[in-house]
């Protein structure tokens, strides 16, 4: 069974940076693109933010674009996202799965953006 583990995620004050891991397990990692989603409060729904893939390229939500880069390490079978010029407003917990999604989510990681 596929699994996602993800890491990295922490306290930073706005206009700081994180970069979250996503380690992906099984054969998928070669085979399909993976995506980067949170979760927000008050509504805790989930939202796509980043997507890296051989077939569909790089693309990333409108909030994003400019700030956040999602890259791939073939050798560790991990996903990058590297998070720049972070606001409060993106405080969630981030997760990563296949793209388009598979009901197999990880623990996620929580990214708070605080002073």
């Known amino acids: 069974q596929v699994q996602f583990v993800e890491s990295g995620g922490g306290l930073v004050q706005p206009g700081g940076s994180l970069r979250l891991s996503c380690l992906v397990s099984?054969?998928?990692?070669?085979?399909?693109?993976v995506g980067w989603y949170r979760r927000q409060a008050p509504t805790n729904a989930r939202e796509w933010v980043a997507?890296?893939?051989?077939?569909?390229?790089?693309n990333y939500a409108t909030s994003v674009k400019g700030r956040f880069t999602v890259s791939r390490d073939h050798g560790k079978n991990t996903v990058y996202l590297q998070m720049s010029n972070l606001s409060p407003e993106d405080t969630a917990i981030y997760y990563c799965?296949?793209?388009?999604?598979?009901?197999?989510w990880g623990q996620g990681t929580q990214v708070s953006v605080s002073e």
């Open positions: 799965n296949r793209w388009p999604a598979i009901d197999n």
């Open positions: 099984g054969s998928i990692f070669s085979r399909y693109a």
């Open positions: 997507t890296s893939g051989t077939s569909v390229g790089t």
